[in-house]
Every structure is written in C-alpha cells, then in structure tokens.
C-alpha cells in the first residue's frame, strides 16, 4: 500500500526540437506561426539555449520524495510538456496507490491556474492548492531579499513580482490576496518599511484581452521617475526556479530596462531545490493524508 504523489509544474520543451510542440500544447491545440517559434526560440536562445526548469523541476520532486520517504510514491506531471499531469496519474494507478494528491510548485493558488493542475488530477485525488504561507519558503524568500540588497545602494526598491493573469480570471480569486500576504510577510521578516517594497506583474501572455498591470518594465518607470531611488531588486515570489520567465524576463528585459533609467538592478535567487523547504512542504503533504 502506498500514497501517488503528483509533483506538478508548467513544464518546458526538453531540446529545441520540441518547441513547436511546447508552444502549441500552451496555445491549446492552436499552431504558432514560424516567425512566433522563431520568437521564443531567441528567447531561449537568449539564456543558453535552453531552460534549465526540467533539470530544476526533477530536483524538486527528489527532495520532495526524499522528505516523504517509503510509502509514497512520488511521480512528475507537467501542465504542457510530457510527462503530462494525467501521465503521472496513468502511471500511478498502475501502481495501485491506496490514495492520490497533488502539489503544483508554485506558492499561490489561482482558479484559472491552479485550478487547471487540480482539475487534470481528476475528482477523486486531493490537492494542496496553496502553501504561500509555509514559513520555511517565507523565510527562504526574506533571507534572499536581505543578500540581494546587501550589494545594491542603500534606496534600493524591491519590487515583488508574479505571473500576470487576464483581467477576467481575478473576479472571486484569491491569487491577488494570496499574494499581497506573502509580499507583506516577506518584507516584514527582511524588516523593510512600507514604502520600500511594492507589487508588480510580469510575463503577460500575448492575447488581444488585457491583463492584469502595470507590466515590470513599466513599474520600472514609475520606480525610477518618483526620485529618491538608486537601485531596484526583483523578487519572483510566483516562481519557484530560475527559468525563461526569471532568466529571460527579469534578467535581461527588465535588467536592461533598470540600467536604461539608471537604476542599480538586482534579483534574488530562486528556491530551486532548497532542502529546508522542499522539505516543509512535503510535510504539508504528509499531513494533508493523514
């Protein structure tokens, strides 16, 4: 007897030649023009060649199984790249698991995001939907906001930042409050005052509808024009590993951006496969199935 554990995330195409693949599974179903693949192909191009997210992701999951230990079964599921979420569930009802839940690896639920993850696992499985409040990953995030600032000028503003969503998947969620808690927690253990720290939105999709703002580069141009600040810091609270949305969006974008308006920019390290709270959360899961 033992418990399935569906390690989620977003996935990323594992060599190049899985792009349009990648791309199309994300425009669901849709096929991306050349010139859009040739687009994000830069992109990648940009940060290496490729993202290390499938590397990352799989160290994740280890520390994750490592925490759980004998008696559970721990599978990787991806939302759009193989192995897909509901290959992992495949794979462990194979197996005969005496009961199913899911982790996606991102701190903050949303209906339109985190709900697609929940609803792929099937209506039997549990799900831990949520985990922003995890005082490990807190304290992992203000410890890093600290060594970030330690090198940058002293009016430095930090800047916590999340994956945009459209406009109309906010009404009766909970991602915005989800968020504006653990930016406040945060700052609060890093014992930054009110007026350090703010908001912002980043790695909005390509779509004719708007999403939510102001976009990073734009917040950038508000931080700068208000006077007073020398330098900005990026914390990607929404994400859990150095990937195309942190290496490419925040690194070199919005990085580029900041020295434009001569600010000092700077951003803190991801949690990757940190033990300690990689550890934390698989006891939030042991305990989910208790």
């Not at 698991?97 to 209506?123: K, N, Q």
């Not at 141009?221 to 859990?240: H, I, K, M, N, Y």
């Amino acid at each position: 007897m033992s418990i399935g554990v569906v390690v989620m995330a977003y996935g990323t195409p594992a060599s190049a030649d899985d792009l349009t693949a990648y791309y199309t599974h994300i425009r669901r179903g849709r096929a991306p023009s050349d010139e859009q693949v040739a687009e994000l192909r830069v992109r990648y191009d940009a940060i290496g060649g490729m993202s290390p997210l499938r590397e990352i992701t799989e160290a994740q999951r280890d520390r994750i199984a490592g925490a759980l230990g004998a008696g559970y079964e721990v599978m990787l599921g991806y939302k759009h790249a193989p192995p897909f979420i509901e290959d992992a569930v495949g794979l462990l009802r194979d197996k005969q698991v005496t009961e199913l839940v899911g982790v996606v690896l991102a701190p903050h639920d949303s209906r339109s995001s985190i709900g697609e993850y929940v609803e792929r696992l099937g209506p039997d499985a549990e799900a831990l939907r949520s985990w922003h409040a995890l005082p490990e990953w807190r304290a992992f995030e203000a410890s890093a906001v600290r060594a970030g600032l330690a090198s940058l000028p002293s009016r430095t503003h930090v800047v916590f930042t999340a994956h945009s969503l459209p406009e109309r998947a906010f009404e009766g969620d909970v991602y915005v409050d989800e968020l504006e808690s653990s930016a406040r927690g945060i700052a609060a253990i890093a014992q930054l005052a009110d007026d350090d720290w703010s908001i912002g939105w980043q790695s909005a999709g390509r779509t004719p509808e708007p999403w939510r703002g102001p976009d990073i580069v734009e917040m950038l141009e508000s931080v700068a024009s208000r006077g007073g600040v020398d330098g900005v810091l990026l914390c990607p609270q929404g994400f859990t590993a150095d990937h195309l949305e942190v290496l490419y969006d925040l690194d070199i974008v919005a990085a580029t951006k900041a020295r434009e308006l001569g600010l000092a920019f700077g951003r803190t390290a991801m949690l990757n496969d940190d033990a300690e709270v990689l550890t934390a959360l698989a006891e939030k899961l042991r305990a989910l199935v208790a």
